[in-house]
């Protein structure tokens, strides 16, 4: 297997689970509305709804590391000459890396300290299986990181990094270099008249 179908694989298993979680929590507020509108609220809603959507958002927050669509400043990088892209690249990967192995060892320490603990509202659910989401969620953003890594590396070394924000607005990135370039030739020409 090609680091490439791998990469797919491991795409393609944290859309299940992301697609999963949504359909939970979806139920999870379906059921909760409907037994509030019934005059008979369930006493464990609202705190499961809240975990879920913590999963929702750690496990989405992977998806998102895999696809390269989570936050970052690809303009900001492609505005370094080619010759230091490759650097800064590098860095802001290593930077992301290392926050989230803390927040994995960080969520390691935490679940491990809540043994014995449940949730309120539902006593038969640990609460190290609700939190376990953290370390398990950032060493999934963490793997996503290294699988696209050789992207990056091959988007520094290129033309630079897709702006997904311009991309899904409509708006080709190279375009926008080109009417910069024009306005900045444009204020130099008219600058230069004047001096």
Not at 22 to 44: C, H, K, Q, Y
Not at 71 to 88: D, E, K, Q
Not at 126 to 138: A, F, H, N
């Amino acid at each position: 297997m090609s680091l490439k179908q791998f990469k797919a694989a491991y795409q393609k298993l944290l859309e299940i689970i992301v697609f999963l979680n949504v359909v939970a929590l979806t139920g999870v507020i379906i059921i909760g509305f409907m037994s509030r509108l019934l005059g008979s609220p369930f006493s464990w809603y609202d705190e499961v709804a809240s975990v879920g959507l913590a999963w929702l958002t750690y496990y989405g927050a992977a998806l998102a590391a895999a696809k390269g669509a989570h936050i970052t400043c690809p303009s900001i990088i492609n505005m370094t000459p080619p010759s230091i892209r490759l650097p800064v690249a590098l860095l802001a990967e290593a930077i992301t890396a290392a926050f989230f192995v803390l927040l994995a060892y960080t969520g390691y320490q935490v679940v491990t300290i809540l043994e014995g603990s449940t949730l309120v509202s539902l006593t038969s659910v640990s609460l190290q299986i609700t939190q376990s989401v953290i370390p398990i969620g950032s060493a999934l953003f963490i793997i996503a990181q290294i699988l696209r890594l050789p992207e990056v590396i091959e988007s520094a070394r290129g033309a630079g990094f897709v702006d997904h924000e311009l991309e899904e607005a409509g708006i080709n990135p190279s375009s926008v270099r080109e009417e910069s370039s024009v306005e900045t030739g444009t204020r130099n020409n008219q600058a230069s008249g004047r001096a």
